[in-house]
């Protein structure tokens, strides 16, 4: 599975960085999402699918699988 956020909803309210420090950060200067890493399994997924329920922004996408990411 991946997870990619949209830094341009994203109001950096944290949650996701608090339910999954693993996976995200926030940046320094405007406090916005920042992934760590995309490719989640296991265990790991599931925190992330926590940390997505709990975005109030819906700035959070799962890619469920293994497809390659789009674009160059
Ligand atoms: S929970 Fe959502 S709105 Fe809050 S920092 Fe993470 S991506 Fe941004």
């Known amino acids: ?3 990619s956020a949209d ?3 994203c109001i950096g309210s944290g949650n996701c960085v608090l339910t999954a420090p693993a996976v995200f950060d ?3 200067e405007e406090g916005l999402v920042v992934v760590l890493t995309s490719d989640v399994e296991g265990p790991v997924a599931d925190v992330v ?9 819906g ?4 890619i ?9």
């Not at 699918?49 to 922004?57: L, N, T």
């Not at 700035?59 to 799962?62: D, S, T, V």
């Not at 469920?64 to 674009?71: D, I, K, T, V, Y």
């Open 59 to 62: 700035a959070l996408r799962l």
């Open 49 to 57: 699918r926590a940390a997505v329920a709990r975005c109030p922004s």
């Open 64 to 72: 469920e699988g293994q497809e390659p990411p789009a674009g160059p």
């Open 26 to 28: 926030q940046d320094d």
């Open 1 to 3: 599975m991946r997870v």
């Open 7 to 9: 830094r341009d909803v």
